[in-house]
């Protein structure tokens, strides 16, 4: 009898402890961290794309992402007409949350080591990247 009294307290322990595993935000599931990112990323594009080029702005960009591998999935041109304080602070979010969920979900990727552009172009008030696909 005292046994399996035991084994009853340890199996609703158990089920305690898995239940409450699944609340905690940093035990989300693969999907969970896909649609955060999705999300965030929507933000973070709508904010860059909302950025223009004109004789008072600068034009720039950082690394947008996080490889399984390492370093960026590409990197995002804006300008510096917009709030690039919360910009930064939105892609560090957004690269921080994919290198977790790469370690999370045990990703893979490619491998290959993504360039940043080699310069900035103001065009139609928009910044643009520009790569050059041959070496000089």
């Not at 046994?3 to 009853?8: D, G, I, M, T």
């Not at 939105?90 to 921080?96: E, G, I, Q, S, T």
């Not at 290959?112 to 552009?117: E, G």
Request: some cysteine; charged content about 25%.
């Amino acid at each position: 009898m005292k046994k399996s009294a035991f084994v009853l307290k340890l199996s609703v322990l158990f089920l305690l402890l898995t239940a409450n595993k699944c609340d905690d935000p940093e035990n989300s599931s693969c999907e969970d961290y896909v649609s955060q990112l999705d999300g965030l990323r929507v933000k973070i594009e709508n904010l860059a794309n909302t950025s223009v080029c004109k004789e008072n702005f600068e034009c720039r960009y950082m690394a947008f992402g996080s490889k399984p591998c390492g370093g960026p999935w590409n990197y995002l041109v804006y300008s510096t007409s917009i709030d690039t304080l919360e910009l930064h602070s939105l892609v560090n979010a957004y690269n921080k949350m994919e290198q977790e969920l790469n370690v999370a979900c045990e990703r893979v990727s490619d491998c290959m080591m993504v360039n940043p552009p080699q310069r900035l172009e103001c065009k139609n008030n928009k910044c643009i990247a520009i790569y050059n696909r041959f070496l000089e």
